[in-house]
């Protein structure tokens, strides 16, 4: 069972990365799929979330206009289109899955079970 995230790195402010993270080993099929970050010293929160359909997305309020979630089911594997990059956006992300078959989005993470290993974004100033 594993949710392998990709495509952090080190960019500068006002920059774009791709975050990826396939899933393996468990069912993706009729799953939300959300993205969430850990700053140090901060708590997990919540960044993205989309369903199985694309029909429900959700973002926090501090990423809206400038990243964008998306799923491609046939590959099990979604994304975080992440622009205009800035100095506070640096964190550990990580993809996760929602613990129950559902298209309803939660925002808190008892809400999601298998998590990814996380993919560091630093964005430099």
């Known amino acids: 069972v594993q949710l392998q995230a990709s495509g952090g790195g080190l960019v500068q402010a006002g920059g774009s990365l791709r975050l990826s993270c396939a899933a393996s080993g468990l069912t993706f099929g009729g799953y939300v799929m959300g993205w969430f970050r850990q700053a140090p010293g901060k708590e997990r929160e919540f960044v993205a979330a989309?369903?199985?359909?694309?029909?429900?997305?959700d973002y926090a309020d501090f990423v809206k206009g400038r990243f964008t979630i998306s799923r491609d089911n046939a590959k099990n594997t979604v994304y975080l289109q992440m622009n205009s990059l800035k100095s506070e956006d640096t964190a550990v992300y990580y993809c996760a899955r929602r613990r129950v078959r559902t298209d309803v989005i939660v925002t808190s993470t008892p809400g999601y079970d298998y998590w990814g290993q996380g993919t560091q974004v630093t964005v430099s100033s």
């Open positions: 989309i369903s199985w359909s694309g029909d429900s997305i």
